[in-house]
């Protein structure tokens, strides 16, 4: 019943900006911490940023932060990752997922996950 949709993948030019959206559905979504990962493949699974759902205190990873923001809009029941000074090695498949933790530490807190939208950065 539970569901979350990324939207807002595509092709972007190196340096040039992207938004994506994750819209949750059959969830409270205010009571749940948001997160963004991405995966290539071949390669694990990276963790990008978290949103706490309790105090709104974020995390980024090294490789994004200053770049990539993630924000929440609890009256829409959505996510956003505001990318900025996209390079080609940010080329990946998105996903957004959920967790009941305030503070997540490791992928198993989260309890749901989209299937993911593509993001390509090519000139």
């Known amino acids: 019943q539970v569901q979350l949709v990324e939207s807002g993948g595509g092709l972007v030019q190196p340096g040039g900006s992207l938004r994506l959206s994750c819209e949750a559905s059959?969830?409270?979504?205010?009571?749940?911490?948001m997160a963004w990962f991405r995966q290539v493949p071949g390669k694990e699974r990276e963790f990008l940023a978290s949103k706490s759902y309790r105090d709104g205190r974020t995390n980024y990873a090294d490789s994004v932060r200053g770049r990539f923001t993630i924000s929440r809009d609890n009256a829409k029941d959505t996510a956003y990752l505001q990318m900025d000074s996209m390079k080609p090695e940010d080329t990946a498949l998105y996903f957004c997922?959920?967790?009941?933790?305030?503070?997540?530490?490791?992928?198993?807190?989260?309890?749901?996950w989209g299937r993911g939208t593509q993001v390509t950065v090519s000139s």
């Open positions: 059959g969830l409270r979504f205010r009571l749940y911490t």
């Open positions: 997922a959920a967790s009941g933790r305030d503070r997540p530490s490791y992928s198993s807190h989260y309890s749901y």
